[in-house]
């Protein structure tokens, strides 16, 4: 549990490589309008998904620490799959504070797949982990679970958030990638294991051949940082949120229209 003495204004911090994790702020405000936010992104290490495991575990509790150092976060959300998969248990030793991860939805997906046939679309570095192994092995084991990941999926998403233009062949690679494997036909349900993919859903469920389900981990996560706070005090007011990146530039100065819909009112470097 967060330490009982901290403020009313003491933050929750979400973090990502990019803007990902936007998915799961969202319902995490719908769920807590008042909770304070400090949304991180990793805009100098990102993309993740094509990194490899070592670099990811070493990067990520060192930038978690400089950014509890200067937050002093009630909770931090690591909203990243990849992070999550790979570095959750090496970030929860290194901090005092509680972390959510975020997994892959394959429980929820296993028990509303009719046809047992269950996609996980991923980041490349996701899709291989072990971890993914054993959620696949504790809750679907009478599934055929097919996965795919998609790089390119990741910075579409990213670009879409800019403003810039939808290629819809795009999304349309990405569920091909899990359609055409065999038993492919048969799918019905589509785990989004990226947190990007959630942004570009509505795109996702346009370039499907036929309708699919489409799940991700937002909900729960509202649900478990509500429940790690419990009656600790939130401000009054809503408060203005802030974003971090470890680089700022361009590109990321052009996320500050789409930031400000999400209640990230400034963008700040770490």
């Known amino acids: 549990m967060p330490d009982p003495t901290c403020a009313p204004d003491s933050p929750v911090l979400f973090f990502d490589s990019g803007v990902g994790g936007l998915s799961i702020l969202t319902p995490a405000r719908r769920l807590l309008p008042h909770m304070p936010v400090v949304y991180a992104a990793d ?71 009719r046809t047992r046939v269950i996609g996980v679309l991923g980041t490349n570095a996701t899709v291989r982990q072990p971890y993914v192994d054993r959620l696949a092995a504790e809750h679907g084991a009478d599934c055929v679970i097919l996965r795919h990941g998609s790089a390119e999926l990741v910075t579409y998403a990213e670009a879409r958030l800019r403003g810039e233009p939808a290629d819809p062949a795009v999304p349309r690679r990405a569920l091909a990638g899990l359609l055409d494997q065999p038993g492919g036909e048969r799918m019905d349900m589509v785990v989004l294991a990226c947190t990007h993919f959630p942004l570009v859903e509505d795109e996702l469920a346009a370039a499907a051949p036929r309708a699919l389900t489409f799940l991700d981990g937002g909900a729960g996560i509202a649900r478990r940082i509500a429940y790690l706070n419990g009656d600790m005090p939130w401000p009054e007011e809503r408060p203005e949120g802030v974003a971090v990146f470890t680089r700022v530039d361009p590109a990321i100065e052009a996320l500050a229209p789409a930031l400000a819909l999400y209640g990230l009112s400034s963008i700040k470097a770490l």
């Not at 290490?45 to 670099?55: L, M």
């Not at 990520?60 to 690591?78: C, D, N, S």
């Open 43 to 113: 805009s100098a290490g990102f993309p993740y998904g094509t990194k490899s495991e070592g670099e990811i575990a070493a990067r990520v509790p060192a930038l978690l620490g400089r950014l509890v150092e200067r937050y002093h976060p009630r909770m931090a959300v690591i909203a990243c799959n990849t992070a999550s998969t790979i570095a959750l248990s090496a970030v929860r030793a290194a901090l005092d504070i509680p972390v959510v991860g975020t997994v892959p939805a394959i429980k929820p997906a296993a028990l509303a797949s």
